[in-house]
């Protein structure tokens, strides 16, 4: 039976300046994950924050924490994050050439282990791999920045993805990431998504409308 569809609203697009009140905010506005993505500069052309910032926000929510780790070599941060409060740790299949060992070392940890697919890598990717995974991610945009344009050649990404996970018979989220909005995230959930990233649209206008962007997002 699909699960219903949450939402994990990612705090790239809060007020940094006020990152601990805009988790609560975010969390009193019905989020069911805070999605906390992790950029280093040299995997993808940015950089955000890290495990520190990722820590000092663990107190204002008790609400899972999503890390989304756009990070390369991934594996010794690893366990900063899972310290720092992670529940979910996702890593690129793109930014490791040991992406087995990799989930292992999340397991470890006592952490569920997430991989994310960049636009360009094909679903069959983790084939070999479903028994060890607890979430795929799929980047609806090149990752590194917020507010971009949703990739439509994902969507069938999303359908390849959602028969393997249903195939597989376990339990295993299947996300999406970037440019989800009102338009955007009907098609991706009836693709088969159960899971939707969203910065821009989740903490447009403020906290005051933090509720009903996400109710719009859900479509409720
Ligand atoms: C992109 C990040 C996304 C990003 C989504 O590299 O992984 O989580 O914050 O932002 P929007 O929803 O604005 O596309
Ligand atoms: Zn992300």
Redesign the pocket.
């Known amino acids: 039976m699909r699960k219903p569809v949450r939402i994990?609203p990612?705090?790239?697009?809060a007020d940094f300046a006020k990152l601990g009140a805009e988790v609560a905010a975010i969390d009193e506005a019905g989020a069911d994950f805070i999605?906390i993505?992790i950029?280093d500069g040299h995997f993808?052309p940015?950089i955000s924050f890290g495990p520190a910032v990722t820590k000092s926000v663990r107190g204002y929510t008790d609400k899972p924490f999503d890390c989304?780790l756009?990070i390369s070599p991934a594996d010794p941060y690893i366990p900063e994050f899972a310290d720092a409060g992670a529940d979910i740790i996702t890593l690129h299949q793109e930014a490791g050439a040991h992406l087995h060992r990799s989930l292992q070392v999340v397991k470890s940890l006592g952490k569920k282990a997430g991989v994310?697919l960049n636009p360009a890598t094909p679903a069959s990717t983790l084939e070999h791999i479903m028994d060890e995974v607890d979430l795929i991610?799929v980047?609806?945009?090149?990752?590194?920045?917020?507010?971009?344009k949703?990739i439509v050649s994902q969507l069938d990404k999303i359908r390849t993805l959602r028969g393997m996970i249903d195939e597989s018979g376990r339990d295993i989220d299947l996300e999406v990431?970037?440019?989800?909005?009102i338009e955007t995230a009907p098609l991706v959930i009836e693709a088969g998504a159960d899971m939707l990233?969203?910065?821009?649209?989740?903490?447009r206008g403020g906290p005051e409308h933090y509720k009903a962007n996400i109710d719009a997002l859900l479509g409720r």
């Open positions: 994990a990612s705090i790239l697009a999605h993505d950029m993808v940015n989304h756009m994310s991610l980047m609806s945009v090149n990752p590194g920045f917020g507010g971009q949703f990431d970037g440019g989800i909005n990233v969203a910065g821009s649209a989740a903490f």
